[in-house]
């Protein structure tokens, strides 16, 4: 009879154990999604399956988020109602990643309302392994001349004199004449040289 309860006891506590661990993962889970709280005018990237474009926040709430047409060669991006795009949000400290459809546009300044996101995911600047095997090497961006301070699997930091803001589309040409993509996801005011300058934090596309 001992034997039989202690084999209980021992049961309940390894479910107890399990269901507790479970809890703490799924709850880990969570909270990488983000709650997405854009800034006024924010910029977004939204991707197709004919290729990325730039847009801007204009207004935003529980019913969908409103956005500037995507341009390109001057002419609005023929976007379709219940299309699926990828959307980045570029945040202090990283970016926000989520999947949306077009809902509606207005015909008048071809505005697009895109469905708010409901699952999103914070990629965080720590969570990727920065490699400075290449600091202090020139680059080229945008055609006139870089600093790298350090690389990710997916950005690029550097110095610069050019003057970038968040939201820019990039080229980067590397040390090893390699092209890297991408836009700007931050700017803080540095030294360049003797000059003042910008450091930039690019996600690459």
Same mark, same amino acid.
């Given at each position: 009879m001992i034997a039989l309860l202690s084999l209980l006891a021992m049961v309940a506590a390894v479910f107890l154990i399990s269901a507790v661990l479970s809890?703490?993962?799924v709850s880990a889970?969570?909270?990488r999604r983000a709650a997405v709280v854009p800034e006024e005018n924010a910029v977004l990237r939204l991707r197709g399956a004919n290729?990325?474009?730039r847009c801007r926040l204009l207004r935003w709430g529980g019913d969908g988020w409103w956005v500037t047409s995507p341009l390109s060669r001057n002419a609005y991006v023929p976007l379709r109602i219940g299309q699926t795009l990828s959307a980045? !949000?570029?945040v202090a400290g990283g970016a926000i990643l989520f999947e949306t459809r077009v809902l509606d546009r207005d015909p008048s300044s071809h505005a697009l309302k895109l469905d708010r996101p409901r699952k999103a995911t914070r990629l965080e600047r720590r969570e990727e392994p920065r490699d400075r095997r290449w600091a202090g090497r020139e680059c080229d961006i945008e055609g006139e001349r870089a600093e790298i301070v350090d690389t990710s699997p997916r950005?690029?930091?550097l110095v610069t004199a050019i003057g970038l803001a968040k939201g820019d589309e990039v080229r980067i040409r590397m040390p090893d004449d390699s092209l890297a993509?991408?836009?700007? !996801?931050e700017t803080e005011p540095a030294a360049f040289g003797n000059r003042q300058g910008s450091q930039?934090?690019?996600l690459l596309v």
């Open positions: 809890w703490v993962f889970g969570r909270s290729g990325m474009y980045e !949000l570029g950005g690029i930091r993509c991408g836009w700007v !996801l930039v934090r690019v």
